[in-house]
């Protein structure tokens, strides 16, 4: 049970949502228990920023790849879909997420979607090191995958701006 007397309201009222990491199939079942997921996607439609790392990454997606039924990864397919899209977490630090991911996009299991390397923190960015953000889709039976260029910081640009046209449009 959540451990406020309203959650809506608590939610609502909110300016951004971080949502940490954990079992994403776990997530996803207590916020269904409870409405949350539902509460989630007005908060959306209303503009709260809804974040987050691992799970709390997937969790506004269709899906991606989580090892939270077991050792082995395996696809997670009912996601908020707040966003259309897969999502790839720890793209760059556990061998077999890249793999999997694009496999499962290329196979249909996931929508085309959008990976992330480690420590970061902005839906599309890049750094000097070589970690940054990815795209994978399905074209007919060919895999296509790109990694993101551009650079989005939070007070210097408007992020919406920065964000894919489909990121835009889907809030809509």
Known sequence: ?????????????QDVIWVWGGSVAGLLALWRLHGVDQVMHEAWQAGVVLTGVSAGSICWHVGGTTDSFGPDLQPVTNGLALLPYSNGVHYDSEEQRRPLFQR???????????????RRRRAVSRHRDGRGSHRARRQGRVLRRARLRRVSRVGRRDPARAAPAQVRASRR
């Open 1 to 13: 049970m959540p451990n406020v007397e309203d959650i809506r309201e608590h939610l609502l009222s």
């Open 104 to 118: 499962l996009i290329a196979d249909g299991t996931l929508p085309a979607g959008y990976a992330t390397d480690e």
